[in-house]
């Protein structure tokens, strides 16, 4: 797998919500060949602070050689990052990691994103989108804390043609509660599904258990601490359920993911 | 007067590398995570991971942790084992184009003597580094590299092992570090690299908690340099074997304060993991600093400091 080192310019860069920002930024190389699922790792700050890279998921990409971050604005790197006006050059490590398998033919697909899980299934959905014939359905279900985080990313699913769900803590939009809810009522119909869900643990938790009740797949996209991002520093490991053979107790989730067949992780 | 490209090469015990830039262990992986970003060929050695007698799994996460002007690592260790590594690893090394270093570390005495002994003749191995910053199990756990006793104990062996060149990689947990550079050198060592991280740690406040599982882990990045090139400079104003440097190495500037204060090579580490091409980067730095000073080789810069 080919990735890249480059400077990358911001071509734009707008405010979904008080703390929730997209950057589309001018990579060909890394547009070209990044995979729904994939992350980059954008070096946020000027100088030294932050020290390490950030990784984020790929957004979205498009043929004229943009990728797309969406991010929310948690620590002093997320805050430079918000703070960079349109022009200013990042520096991007890309693409990097697993990411999602595509569903087989025949499947009724179920997208579940909480809060900023939701950044690369949109990716995903895209790249679904171009067979939409080849699923039986295709279902977003997204959550976040307030009805404002959801309103921009549910009319960009629905220019898919893809029906989204909502789940708001606040209930100002769709079902007042957990996105989790929502999954429970869809497994029952149409078999065989194949979920993809990225989010808060104990989210993606609910739903990987409760596919491998239902002997459903599912795959989740995981976040730990990154240094590197490529498989170098071995710092972002998770157990695994089982040592291999050779006596791997990690995965390493830059490399071995962030996406993962959820029945392959010990959910804590 | 016109000048001609400043030679680069420079000089390691019986090896010889094509420039001073070399990576630090456990920064660098086995090298083939990053072709995508630098030509190894361009690179004065690969450092790889550091290797045991047997694999090992490495410590429970969190194992790294941002702090100011660095990180904190407790990986544990993780790392294939020897025999997986002389397989799946050496194939791709060999044809690298570049010195291959390979770190070995130990339990006891006789477990670096074993590794010596099983890399002594496999092809395409340029040197051994003896990473001595791991604790002794037979003596209460304390650090090999902390006593010179222990540093002797373990370079002997790891002689007696191999016909390879010997770097032992010194502790900055020490008092006095010009005692275990001299221990290393009397023992044999065909050279000396330093400096491996500093025992450090980090809390929240929030949760009360240690940042890192194991609650202690190894500072690195530019936090550690002037720590680094103090001990540098006392090291090589006390042994005659070439002196490696390492801490906390940037970009060419901190390189070349290395190769000034008396360093022969340099590693750079945490760098990697920032910039994944900055080694190929010092590479070019180095040749554009000689050439606007118009020196002839980077043995005119080492050992330079003007102290007066
Ligand atoms: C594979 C992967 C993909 C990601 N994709 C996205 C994305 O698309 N959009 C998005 O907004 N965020 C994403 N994240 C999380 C993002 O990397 C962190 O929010 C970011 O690093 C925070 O940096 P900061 O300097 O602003 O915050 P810091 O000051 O470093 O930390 C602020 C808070 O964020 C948490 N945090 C820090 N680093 C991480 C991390 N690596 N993973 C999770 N939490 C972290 C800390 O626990 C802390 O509470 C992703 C993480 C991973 C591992
Ligand atoms: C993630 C990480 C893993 C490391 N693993 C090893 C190792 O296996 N063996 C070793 O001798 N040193 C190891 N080191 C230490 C480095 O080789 C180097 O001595 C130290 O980080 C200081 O250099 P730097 O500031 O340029 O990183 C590791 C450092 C880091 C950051
Ligand atoms: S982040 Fe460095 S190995 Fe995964």
């Known amino acids: 797998m080919t990735s890249y080192q480059t400077n990358a310019e911001i071509l734009r860069k707008e405010q979904i919500t008080g703390d929730i920002f997209r950057l589309t930024l001018n990579c060909p190389e890394i547009a070209d060949q990044a995979r729904p699922g994939q992350f980059i790792m954008l070096k946020a700050s000027a100088k030294n602070t932050p020290f390490l890279r950030r990784p984020f998921s790929v957004h979205q990409t498009s043929i004229n050689g943009r990728v797309q971050v969406l991010f929310k604005v948690l620590g002093k790197g997320t805050e430079y990052l918000a703070s960079c006006t349109s022009g200013t050059l990042l520096s991007v490590v890309g693409p990097l990691g697993r990411g999602f398998t595509l569903p087989q033919k025949g499947t009724s697909v179920c997208l579940i994103g909480g809060g900023m899980g939701i950044a690369p299934l949109f990716f995903l959905a895209k790249r679904l989108s171009r067979h939409h014939d080849h699923y039986t359905s295709i279902k977003v279900m997204l959550g976040a804390a307030t009805a404002k985080e959801l309103l921009t990313l549910k009319s960009d699913f629905e220019q898919l043609g893809m029906p989204v769900e909502m789940a708001t803590d606040d209930g100002s939009a769709g079902h007042h509660g957990f996105v989790t809810d929502l999954v429970q009522s869809t497994i029952g119909e149409n078999p065989p599904w194949a979920f993809y869900t990225c989010g808060p643990h104990p989210m993606m938790k609910k739903i990987a258990l409760l596919c491998r009740e239902k002997d459903c797949f599912c795959e989740a996209s995981l976040e730990t601490m990154m240094a590197c991002g490529i498989g170098a520093c071995l710092g972002c490991v998770i157990p695994r359920p089982l040592p291999t053979e050779s006596g791997e107790q990690y995965f390493h989730v830059c490399k071995d993911g962030p996406v993962f067949d959820a029945g392959d992780i010990l959910w804590k | ?308």
């Open chain 2, 1 to 308: 007067m016109e000048i001609g490209k400043p030679k680069l090469k420079v000089q390691l015990g019986s090896i010889q590398l094509k420039n001073p830039v070399m990576t630090a262990s456990g920064t660098f992986g086995y090298g083939n995570e990053f072709t995508n970003y630098v030509n190894l060929h361009h690179l004065g050695g690969i450092v790889v991971k550091g290797i045991s007698l047997l694999p090992r799994p490495g410590n429970p996460p969190p194992r790294i942790v941002e702090t100011e002007g660095g990180m904190l690592n407790a990986i544990g260790l993780e790392n294939v084992g020897v025999l997986a590594f002389i397989n799946d690893k050496m194939p791709f090394l060999k044809e690298a184009g570049t010195e291959v270093i390979v770190n070995i570390l130990g339990d006891t005495v006789d477990e670096y003597a074993e590794i010596a002994n099983k890399l002594n003749n496999i092809k395409g191995i340029s040197a051994i580094e003896v990473n001595i910053s791991c604790p002794n199990v037979k003596k209460g756990g304390v650090a090999f590299g902390a006593d010179p006793k222990m540093v002797s104990a373990v370079t002997r062996a790891v002689k007696d092992n191999t016909n390879l060149p010997v770097i032992m990689k010194l502790s900055p947990n020490v008092t006095d570090i010009t005692a275990t550079a001299m221990a290393a050198e009397q023992a044999g060592a065909d050279a000396v690299s330093l400096i491996n991280t500093l025992m450090a740690m980090a809390i929240d406040s929030e949760t009360r908690r240690p940042r890192l599982a194991n609650i202690i882990g190894g500072l690195s990045g530019p936090a550690i340099k002037p720590v680094a090139l103090r001990m540098v400079w006392q090291v090589a104003k006390t042994v005659k074997i070439p002196v490696i440097g390492i801490g906390g190495i940037m970009n060419t500037e901190d390189a070349l304060e290395f190769l000034i204060a008396g360093a022969t090579a340099i590693e750079v580490g945490t760098a990697n993991l920032i910039n994944p091409a900055i080694t190929g980067e010092i590479v070019q730095g180095i040749s554009d600093y000689l050439s606007a000073h118009r020196l002839e080789s980077v043995q005119e810069i080492i050992g330079s400091l003007i102290t007066e």
